[in-house]
Structure formats: structure tokens, C-alpha cells
């Protein structure tokens, strides 16, 4: 597999401004993909609403916009430029939103603009709360009892079912915004409502809680012929029940049994091949600190802020790598660019605590 010689011409989206739960991770994620699409010879647009970014810079891509991250101002800016490709996946969630929201209008279709990266299935089987939960039932994969509800009064006769507390997750939104943990029928109305008012597909899952569960990640990697590998994992100081951004995180995990780490790590690669997801890929599970039962809690198809981390401490540069992923090169012959000598393939060595 070499690189995509039917491109030459992409535009990558940012992850516009800067808010509470995104943070300036992704500003990382996209400056890396810029840089790295360039050294493979293609044309990068890139478009980012925050000039208090370093991809802004005009030397990290070919032409820059620093207009407003909406469906109008985009779709201006593909007429412009007529970009054979799109990549959303480091951009974080307002990249991965807006490339939906292009191709719900037909903007892809008509201007016959390919999605790199993951496709479209992909990002909704993971970001849409029913698709994730059908897809994990067809894998064997445990979550938690739940379900998908569009209204308040929904939520409120779920959760007189199985009893309190309650998890609100609503889908498509930044950082868990407008989630939260219900312990009465009062609070579950006050969060259900709101976390419908912000999703934009008005969507919230409505989730038993675990929490007090361990919450760990793995940060896998996935190329367009099916290598796969985990780049590292990582263990919440917190339990379920802290949101990841606003709890302390170690890598690699610190209390897991080899046993369980192995458990988790097949689950994570199992997951990412179901999805079919290129590139880079963020699994959230919850572990029982008394057994070995576990939950698949989410799962990111894009760049995450984890991914930031995990770079950091492995030496592993997982976006640049990402966006190589997206135009068609493969894990076993890419050069890791930061040893120099092994191939991407390889998995980073533990010799490290971060």
C-alpha cells in the first residue's frame, strides 16, 4: 500500500475555539496532520475559527481561513478551493460534527469530496448512542443497561425501571458536555433536558451507573489494511463517575493485573476493527475493582486529548501518523519518525510513568 496518488488537495478542520472540556490538545493533533500531509507532497487548506493557534500559521499548511467552523462558511470555502479530500478525525468533536453536518447537506456528494480517515458509518456507529449500543451487542461486548430517548418523560419512566443513580449521556457533544450523574427524578429532569437541548441530534442515552468502576483507556491505532496496535493505556485517578477531563490520568495503568490489561487490550483492538476505523482511536472502558467484569464505556473515532498524552509519553506521534494512515500509507511501512529506525508497527516500549 503507498500513498494516495489520486489526491492532491486536502482540507483539514480544526477544532475552532477553545472551550471548556477541549482543550488545546487538538490544536497539536492538527498543526502534526497539516505538517505531515505536506512532507507526503499534498496541498493542505486549513480552516480554524481561533487564531490563537499554531496551526493558524502560515507555515504549517498551504492556504489558511480563519473563518467560523459552520455549515455556510465551509461550504463557501470547498466551492473556493475544491479540495479532493476532507480530514475531520484532529480536529476533536467540532471537526468530526461539522464533516457530518457537510454530508448530511449533500456538500461532499456534490462537490465529489472523498472523507479520509474514518468513514462516515464509522464515526456514527460510534458517536450515535443506539448505533454503539447495537454494534456492542453484535461483538458480545458488555455495556451497561441503557437507553436511547429523545424526551424527558422517557428518561424518567427508564430510570423508575432500573432504579437510580442514572447516567445522562447526550450524543455529538463536546467533553460529556450537558451529561451528568442523576441520583432523584428531580436532577434526571433538570440534566436530561438539558443534555437534549445540546445534543444536536436532540439524542441522550440514558445509562445505569457504574460508577466507582475503574475507568481506563487504551489509545489503538488502525491502518486500511487491518494492522492494529495499542499504543499505550492509561488509568483515571478518579473513578467512573469523574469526567476524564477533569480528572488526573497516569500512564500506563498502575492497579490493573496483567490478566486484566490483557483482557482490556483485546477487547480495545476488537473494537477498533469492528468499526473499521484508519487512523487514530480512543476506548474508554469501566473495570470492576472486585472482579474481572468490565464495560465498554465509549468509544472516540477520532484524535483525542488522551492521544496528546499518549504521544508525549511513548514517543509515540500517533497524529501524524494518523493523517500518513488517511492518505493510505500502512503501519508496516511507515518509519516511526521519532526513533528513526522501527516501523510503525511496533509498539512503544513501558519504560515509562507519566
Known amino acids: 500500500m503507498t500513498k494516495r496518488n489520486d489526491i492532491k488537495k486536502i482540507m483539514v478542520i480544526g477544532s475552532g475555539p477553545i472551550v471548556i472540556g477541549q482543550a488545546a490538545e487538538f490544536d497539536y493533533a ?4 497539516c505538517l505531515a500531509l505536506r512532507e507526503e507532497g499534498y ?3 486549513l480552516v480554524n ?33 475544491h479540495p479532493d479530500a476532507l480530514l475531520p478525525t484532529l480536529g476533536g468533536q467540532t471537526a468530526l460534527n461539522m464533516a457530518i453536518e457537510l454530508s448530511q447537506a449533500g456538500v461532499l456528494e456534490d462537490l465529489e469530496i472523498e472523507l479520509l480517515g474514518t468513514d462516515l458509518k464509522a464515526i456514527n456507529q460510534a458517536e450515535d448512542r443506539e448505533q454503539f449500543k447495537e454494534l456492542m451487542e453484535e461483538l458480545g461486548e458488555p455495556i451497561p443497561e441503557s437507553k436511547i430517548v429523545h424526551h424527558v418523560d422517557e428518561a424518567i419512566a427508564f430510570a423508575n425501571e432500573i432504579g437510580y ?51 481506563i483507556e487504551y489509545e489503538v491505532m488502525r491502518d486500511s489494511q487491518d494492522n492494529a496496535l495499542v499504543v ?28 486484566d490489561s490483557q ?37 472516540n473515532p477520532r484524535v483525542s486529548r488522551s492521544s496528546a498524552l499518549a504521544s508525549k509519553a511513548t514517543g509515540y506521534p500517533i497524529a501524524k501518523l494518523a493523517a500518513k494512515i488517511a492518505v493510505g500509507l500502512t503501519l508496516d511501512e511507515m518509519i516511526n519518525p521519532v526513533t528513526g529506525s522501527s516501523y510503525s508497527m511496533f509498539e512503544p516500549a513501558l519504560d515509562y510513568v507519566v
Open 263 to 299: 483482557m482490556l487490550r483485546d477487547v480495545s483492538l476488537k473494537i477498533i476493527r469492528a468499526l473499521g476505523i484508519e487512523g487514530g482511536c480512543n476506548v474508554q472502558l469501566a473495570l470492576d475493582p472486585h472482579s474481572a467484569n468490565y464495560y465498554v464505556i465509549e468509544v
Open 30 to 33: 492538527g498543526t502534526q496532520a
Open 232 to 259: 499505550c493505556n492509561m488509568e483515571n485517578f478518579d473513578p467512573v463517575g469523574i469526567h476524564t477531563g477533569d480528572s488526573i490520568v497516569f500512564a500506563p495503568s498502575q492497579t490493573l493485573s496483567d490478566e
Open 49 to 81: 475559527s481561533n487564531p490563537a493557534t499554531i496551526m493558524t500559521d502560515r507555515e504549517v499548511a498551504d492556504k489558511v481561513y480563519m473563518e467560523p467552523l459552520t455549515l455556510e462558511f465551509l461550504t463557501q470555502i470547498l466551492h473556493q478551493e
Open 165 to 215: 443513580p442514572i447516567i445522562v449521556r447526550p450524543a455529538f457533544t463536546l467533553g460529556g458536555t450537558g451529561g451528568g450523574l442523576c441520583d432523584n427524578e428531580e436532577e434526571l429532569a433538570e440534566i436530561a433536558e438539558h443534555g437534549l437541548s445540546l445534543s444536536p441530534v436532540h439524542q441522550c442515552l440514558i445509562e445505569r451507573s457504574i460508577t466507582g468502576y475503574k475507568e
Open 43 to 45: 496541498e493542505v487548506v
